[in-house]
């Protein structure tokens, strides 16, 4: 993956600093994270368009499954 910084900056900047899976802002707690859409292992794939950020605990209970955008 590109720079991690640089794509979350680009993420935040699309999408706003909310969770994509939940729609709420992050906390101390429950920081954002760079989340693939579709899983990367079925899809391959680290296009932005394919990314969006996620709270750590919605990424951890989505886990691998693709979620519709």
């Known amino acids: ?10 993420l935040a900047l699309r999408d706003g600093t909310r969770c994509y899976l939940c729609g709420q802002q992050p906390d101390a707690d429950d920081p954002l ?5 579709k ?3 079925a899809y391959g794939t680290d296009d932005l368009d394919n990314l969006a950020l996620a709270h750590s605990s919605c990424n951890r209970r989505k886990g691998t499954k693709a979620v519709a955008s």
């Open 1 to 10: 993956m590109r720079d991690r910084l640089a794509v979350f900056a680009a």
């Open 39 to 41: 899983p990367s292992a």
């Open 33 to 37: 994270e760079i989340e693939h859409r």
